[in-house]
């Protein structure tokens, strides 16, 4: 069954494969004049079926227009971080003494992102699945937020593409220069995904295109984890409900 809003936006189904996903029962329209908030994730590892979150980034984003309005903090883990993670984020155990609880850090970025129209980049396949487990865990409820995903926007209008739509494949496809921007800070990758998504907007745009519709018409190739294959995370397909 299709699920609606109070807004009269369509909640989406994900369901998950094996090596892809798809999505379906989800509309955007007038993409080229929304007000979106744009966010990020970082964990203790890329499997959200076990990982924790560490970090929330977000800001806010309309198509040609510079905005100094963004969100970050940290989450204090459930598990011990990684070397090679902490090297990678920049974000080491010892911060986690001092961090925010998830709880507490999940309602600040709540605060933030009010009813906007959320944009990611393959979170359809990480940071929805890791924060409704999270919320699971805490007895906290799921936002209900429309979502899209560059990744899905980018796969619909490139059916020709066969590669895995990385955060690097994006940046390579769109000739973007990301020297000094600190990856895998959960704030400074919206700001990558940003520039992503602007270029997705474009494209729209040149294609006469205003509206995103996901109709499970696109499998979506899922990035690759060793031993992880990842089934719906609440069993039904989809991480809203």
């Known amino acids: 069954m299709r699920s609606i809003d109070e807004k009269g936006e369509s909640r989406m189904k994900i369901t998950f494969m094996p090596d892809t996903y798809t999505v379906e029962e989800l509309?955007?329209?007038h993409l080229q004049d929304r007000m979106y908030c744009i966010f990020d994730l970082e964990g203790t590892g890329i499997n959200p079926?076990?990982?924790?979150?560490?970090?929330?980034?977000?800001?806010n984003y309309k198509k040609g227009e510079s905005l100094d309005s963004s969100f970050t903090s940290l989450a204090c883990?459930?598990?011990?971080?990684?070397?090679?993670?902490?090297?990678?984020?920049?974000?080491?155990n010892e911060d986690m003494i001092q961090a925010p609880s998830f709880a507490?850090?999940?309602?600040?970025?709540?605060?933030?992102?009010?009813?906007?129209v959320l944009v990611t980049q393959a979170g359809y396949e990480y940071d929805l699945p890791i924060l409704k487990r999270h919320c699971d865990m805490n007895g906290l409820p799921m936002f209900t937020n429309p979502v899209l995903d560059t990744k899905a926007m980018f796969t619909y209008i490139h059916p020709e593409i066969s590669e895995v739509i990385s955060t690097d494949f994006l940046i390579r496809y769109y000739d973007l220069n990301t020297d000094g921007i600190h990856r895998h800070n959960a704030l400074a990758d919206c700001s990558v995904i940003a520039r992503i998504f602007e270029h997705v907007l474009n494209e729209y745009q040149a294609l006469a295109l205003d509206h995103f519709t996901a109709d499970g018409e696109r499998e979506m190739k899922r990035f690759v984890i060793p031993e992880?294959?990842?089934?719906?995370?609440?069993?039904?397909?989809?991480?809203?409900?």
């Not at 079926?49 to 800001?59: C, I, K, L, N």
């Not at 992880?228 to 409900?241: I, V």
């Open 104 to 116: 507490e850090a999940y309602q600040a970025f709540l605060e933030f992102i009010g009813d906007k």
């Open 77 to 92: 883990a459930f598990k011990p971080i990684p070397e090679a993670v902490s090297k990678l984020t920049g974000i080491s």
């Open 27 to 29: 509309k955007v329209s």
């Open 49 to 59: 079926a076990e990982e924790s979150v560490t970090q929330f980034g977000a800001m």
């Open 228 to 241: 992880m294959y990842l089934t719906a995370p609440n069993g039904g397909g989809n991480p809203d409900e």
